[in-house]
């Protein structure tokens, strides 16, 4: 008898570990009013942070995320946890926010270290320390390709030879006129002229920076959200089975078209800890003197491209990574635009496709964002024909969970003015949001 029900009993365990995500997703539930700061300390206060487990490449979860619909999830990486869901959104959902982000007005996309100032500082000094940094084979010489290499690195900056050959004749770099340049011609750089030619050839070919898009911010406040919008957090929220809190408290869906050549190199979406460097999310942060802290991202495709687009993952379950090394390669697998199909992991464009990412661990100690995934490196491939258009849905977290609460509370607040302001006016706030991109 003994035996019959240690063996139902572990019959019982086996069936509770293979219960399928469709199962375990949790429905929305109500959030806190901010009216009663109580309640976000009780619910949150030793809450840890859910973090779906990859479990093994190709693994498939049946995901009920709406009602009488099934999806499925499948991982595509384990570190960082990287995850498929066909058809998250309908395709009148993906055309929608299209139209949504051509209603708000399509602008040029930046980095946040961008501009003539930061090529300068980027360029380092004519000294021999900075010679050797560029000289990737230490043959005591830069060859074209080497400069190339670094240009890519250092200055998000991709030329081809002939533009090369005209820096050079332009700022009278080779003075020798044999596509290498010497630690002699090096420590002759013209630094400002050479951060001029290079920032005027990335406004005339916006193809050879490290963006290359279009984008648009859609408004996604409480009580303003668009339905469409709003249902999709819904949705979110149950695919992550994070707080409802967070969700809402996160930034506005960016939307992002591009067009031929177009392409974004690999790149973190969030930032490493710094404690003494606040959260942009943070109502309370200065722009400009903050750092951005994503937790998780949900990217979604919007349409289907033609040739090319997809969102590649360079390192993505690597076994070892040294970023330095990394650096020095001269291959540079951070090009995506050269070398999208050497990455680990390739996602094609598929309209109405959402891939979740993880940019941070859990904190086995706190429960709350820990250390960034550096293997969460990514990126998208060159558009070779037609055009693409996508979505990002970035996830605002920091890892000090009191200043998260507080937040939550204060936009919470916040929202609540803005409703009872727009109610009295009979129109729309025009306060003015800014967003923060690596």
Same mark, same amino acid.
């Given at each position: 008898?003994?035996?019959?029900?240690?063996?139902?009993?572990?019959?019982?365990?086996?069936?509770?570990?293979?219960?399928?995500?469709?199962?375990?997703?949790?429905?929305?539930?109500?959030? !806190?009013?901010?009216?009663? =700061?109580?309640?976000?300390?009780?619910?949150?206060?030793?809450?840890?942070?859910?973090?779906?487990? =990859?479990?093994?490449?190709?693994?498939?979860?049946?995901?009920?995320?709406? /009602?009488?619909?099934?999806?499925?999830?499948?991982?595509?990486?384990?570190?960082?946890?990287?995850?498929?869901?066909?058809?998250?959104?309908?395709?009148?959902?993906? &055309?929608?926010?299209?139209?949504?982000?051509?209603?708000?007005?399509?602008?040029?996309?930046?980095?946040?270290? %961008?501009?003539?100032?930061?090529?300068?500082?980027?360029?380092?000094?004519?000294?021999?320390?900075?010679? /050797?940094?560029?000289?990737?084979?230490?043959?005591?010489?830069?060859?074209? /390709?080497?400069?190339?290499?670094?240009?890519?690195?250092?200055?998000?900056?991709?030329?081809?030879?002939?533009?090369?050959?005209?820096?050079?004749?332009?700022?009278?770099?080779?003075?020798?006129?044999?596509?290498?340049?010497?630690?002699?011609?090096?420590?002759?750089?013209?630094?400002?002229?050479?951060?001029?030619?290079?920032?005027?050839?990335?406004?005339?070919?916006?193809?050879?920076?490290?963006?290359?898009?279009?984008?648009?911010?859609?408004?996604?406040?409480?009580?303003?959200?668009?339905?469409?919008?709003?249902?999709?957090?819904?949705?979110?929220?149950?695919?992550?089975?994070?707080?409802? +809190?967070?969700?809402?408290?996160?930034?506005?869906?960016?939307?992002?078209?591009?067009?031929?050549?177009?392409?974004?190199?690999?790149?973190? &979406?969030?930032?490493?800890?710094? =404690?003494?460097?606040?959260?942009?999310?943070?109502?309370?942060?200065?722009?400009?003197?903050?750092?951005?802290?994503?937790?998780?991202?949900?990217?979604?495709?919007?349409?289907?491209?033609?040739?090319?687009?997809?969102?590649?993952?360079?390192?993505? /379950?690597?076994?070892?990574?040294?970023?330095?090394?990394?650096?020095?390669?001269?291959?540079?697998?951070?090009?995506?635009?050269?070398? !999208?199909?050497?990455?680990?992991?390739?996602?094609?464009?598929?309209?109405?496709?959402?891939?979740?990412?993880?940019?941070?661990?859990?904190?086995?100690?706190?429960?709350?964002?820990? +250390?960034?995934?550096?293997?969460?490196?990514?990126?998208?491939?060159?558009?070779?024909?037609?055009?693409?258009?996508?979505?990002?849905?970035?996830?605002?977290?920091?890892?000090?969970?009191?200043?998260?609460?507080?937040?939550?509370?204060?936009?919470?607040?916040?929202?609540?003015? %803005?409703?009872?302001?727009?109610?009295?006016?009979?129109?729309?706030?025009?306060?003015?949001?800014?967003?923060?991109?690596?």
């Amino acid at each position: 008898m003994g035996r019959f029900v240690i063996i139902a009993f572990i019959h019982l365990i086996a069936h509770f570990l293979s219960i399928t995500a469709k199962e375990q997703v949790v429905s929305p539930t109500n959030v !806190c009013s901010p009216q009663n =700061p109580e309640c976000y300390y009780e619910r949150f206060g030793n809450f840890k942070i859910p973090q779906v487990e =990859p479990i093994k490449v190709g693994h498939v979860r049946k995901l009920n995320l709406i /009602d009488g619909v099934e999806h499925e999830m499948v991982t595509a990486a384990i570190h960082p946890p990287i995850f498929e869901i066909p058809n998250f959104l309908s395709e009148k959902e993906c &055309d929608h926010i299209i139209e949504l982000a051509r209603k708000e007005g399509m602008e040029d996309s930046r980095t946040l270290l %961008q501009g003539i100032k930061q090529d300068t500082r980027a360029l380092g000094k004519n000294t021999k320390v900075y010679f /050797d940094l560029w000289d990737v084979n230490k043959d005591g010489e830069i060859d074209m /390709d080497e400069m190339i290499h670094n240009l890519e690195n250092q200055l998000d900056f991709t030329p081809d030879k002939p533009t090369l050959l005209e820096m050079y004749s332009a700022i009278q770099l080779d003075k020798d006129h044999d596509e290498k340049i010497s630690f002699q011609e090096f420590k002759q750089r013209n630094i400002p002229e050479m951060a001029k030619f290079i920032g005027k050839v990335k406004e005339q070919q916006p193809h050879t920076k490290s963006r290359h898009s279009r984008q648009a911010w859609i408004e996604s406040v409480s009580g303003r959200s668009d339905r469409v919008i709003a249902s999709i957090e819904e949705r979110v929220q149950r695919l992550t089975m994070l707080p409802r +809190e967070l969700i809402r408290a996160s930034e506005y869906l960016q939307v992002v078209s591009y067009g031929p050549m177009g392409h974004y190199n690999c790149h973190l &979406d969030s930032d490493f800890i710094k =404690p003494k460097r606040p959260c942009c999310h943070f109502m309370s942060s200065e722009l400009g003197h903050c750092r951005v802290c994503r937790y998780a991202t949900v990217l979604y495709f919007l349409d289907n491209v033609e040739d090319g687009g997809e969102t590649a993952f360079p390192i993505a /379950d690597n076994s070892t990574f040294d970023r330095e090394e990394w650096m020095r390669d001269p291959e540079n697998v951070c090009n995506l635009a050269k070398n !999208c199909h050497k990455a680990n992991v390739v996602v094609k464009p598929e309209k109405g496709k959402a891939v979740l990412w993880y940019n941070h661990r859990v904190d086995n100690t706190t429960g709350w964002m820990g +250390e960034i995934y550096t293997f969460s490196f990514h990126g998208g491939c060159d558009v070779t024909r037609g055009t693409k258009w996508i979505a990002n849905h970035w996830i605002s977290l920091s890892e000090d969970r009191e200043k998260d609460i507080q937040n939550w509370i204060e936009l919470g607040q916040f929202e609540e003015e %803005q409703q009872k302001a727009t109610t009295t006016s009979g129109g729309d706030s025009n306060e003015e949001t800014s967003h923060q991109e690596l």
